[in-house]
């Protein structure tokens, strides 16, 4: 019996790693978009002081979080798909956070969160 469970946790544990490592990509990807679209923007407003002010911080500061996360969603997916226990930690931390964008992230981080704090899920983690 404890052999089809394993056998199941680990399928679990794979899709848990496939969806990290794609969402962390497409987050990459929006990461840059925004940068460009926000760049744009800044050429496109006025010579008000305040937008454009405005405009440069978020320019920065959204395209850098966005791609931070993404990149520790990538890493950890490609960690948790080799069942380092690093990874397992990083991604619980990483799905947490994530469930604060409702309604996709909050189902992909309940998510996470069941597979990877599963007694099942532990063991396959302390056993590679």
Not at 92 to 99: D, N, P, Q, R, Y
Request: proline share 2%; aromatic share 8%; glycine share 12%.
């Amino acid at each position: 019996m404890y052999v089809m469970e394993d056998s199941k946790m680990k399928k679990h544990v794979t899709v848990v790693g496939a969806i990290h490592i794609g969402f962390g990509i497409l987050g990459l990807i929006a990461a840059g978009v925004v940068f460009f679209g926000l760049s744009i923007a800044k050429g496109l407003v006025s010579d008000a002081e305040v937008p454009v002010m405005v405009l440069n911080i978020l320019s920065i500061t959204l395209p850098l979080l966005i791609g931070f996360m993404s990149s520790l969603g990538v890493i950890g997916g490609i960690g948790i798909l080799a069942y380092k226990t690093w990874a397992r930690y990083l991604i619980i931390v990483v799905a947490a956070i994530g469930c604060v964008n409702i309604p996709i992230g909050t189902l992909k981080g309940v998510y996470t969160l069941w597979v990877l704090l599963q007694d099942d899920s532990i063991k396959l983690f302390e056993q590679k």
